[in-house]
């Protein structure tokens, strides 16, 4: 119904029962103290704006498709990588970066640490030396 979105709302009128089922954490009594639900999309296209043509919705977003999946299910395999403490580097002094390797998984993941190839295009940028580790790490 249109005026609901046009009249103001009245803070103290209670809420309704169904209002109230849909959020059971919360005990409301009145409608200004309830919290929005989320919607899951029902669209099956992508929607843009008419002024900016930004997405407004894209479809791919559904954990149902493949696209999130892959996601998910690459992140269970994937060893993460995070640096245990952060250093001030100096120029020309030698400093040591600890950082950690977790293995996701309950198996033996073998992991080889390699420096950038020399055709990449930021090799030319780099103003440090990295020693890495020459053999094979198994986590």
């Given at each position: 119904?249109?005026?609901?979105?046009?009249?103001?709302?009245?803070p103290?009128?209670?809420?309704?029962?169904?209002?109230?089922?849909?959020?059971?954490?919360?005990?409301?009594?009145?409608?200004?103290?309830?919290?929005?639900?989320?919607?899951?999309?029902?669209?099956?296209?992508?929607?843009?704006?008419?002024?900016?043509?930004?997405?407004?919705?894209?479809?791919?977003?559904?954990?149902?498709?493949?696209?999130?999946?892959i996601?998910?299910?690459?992140?269970?395999?994937?060893?993460?990588?995070?640096?245990?403490?952060?250093?001030?580097?100096?120029?020309?002094?030698?400093?040591?970066?600890?950082?950690?390797?977790?293995?996701?998984?309950?198996?033996?993941?073998?992991v080889?640490?390699?420096?950038?190839?020399?055709?990449?295009?930021?090799?030319?940028?780099?103003?440090?030396e990295?020693?890495?580790?020459g053999?094979?790490?198994?986590l």
């Open positions: 119904d249109e005026k609901y979105y046009s009249a103001p709302g009245e103290y009128h209670y809420a309704s029962i169904a209002s109230r089922i849909n959020q059971p954490s919360n005990e409301v009594y009145y409608a200004c103290d309830l919290k929005p639900n989320c919607t899951h999309l029902m669209v099956k296209r992508s929607q843009r704006c008419r002024e900016c043509e930004h997405n407004l919705s894209k479809p791919e977003f559904n954990p149902s498709s493949i696209k999130f999946k996601h998910q299910i690459a992140l269970r395999f994937v060893p993460r990588f995070r640096i245990v403490k952060m250093v001030s580097l100096t120029s020309g002094e030698f400093t040591k970066v600890q950082f950690s390797l977790t293995n996701p998984t309950e198996y033996n993941l073998p080889e640490l390699l420096p950038l190839p020399e055709d990449h295009p930021s090799y030319g940028k780099l103003t440090t990295i020693k890495l580790p053999k094979e790490l198994v």
